[in-house]
């Protein structure tokens, strides 16, 4: 494969844009307890400039594949998907 430019970058490398990802890290809160294989609308958190968490605008829906959930407890979840659970 030829090399071009003054670096060396090969010409795909020269003209790839930048693609942001497409999943996002949701912080929530249950309302409910939230049990395994169903889905569940959450109350969307987030951290203040004092470092505490505060009730953020608005709700999201995720997905639990993992274990029941109790309520009130902090979740984290990715691209619709339950990966993290705050426990007793």
């Excluded at 060396?8 to 930048?18: A, E, I, T, V, Y």
């Excluded at 969307?44 to 407890?73: C, H, I, P, Q, S």
Aim: with cysteine.
């Amino acid at each position: 494969m030829r090399k071009t430019g003054v670096a060396g970058d090969l010409p795909f490398r020269q003209n790839q844009k930048r693609q942001l990802g497409g999943a996002t890290l949701r912080i929530g809160k249950t309302t409910a307890k939230w049990e395994k294989w169903t889905d569940a609308t959450l109350e969307v958190w987030k951290r203040n400039a004092a470092g505490d968490m505060e009730k953020g605008t608005g709700t999201f829906t995720a997905y639990n594949l993992f274990a029941d959930v109790a309520a009130d407890k902090f979740v984290g979840c990715l691209s619709g998907q339950l990966i993290a659970a705050e426990c007793d």
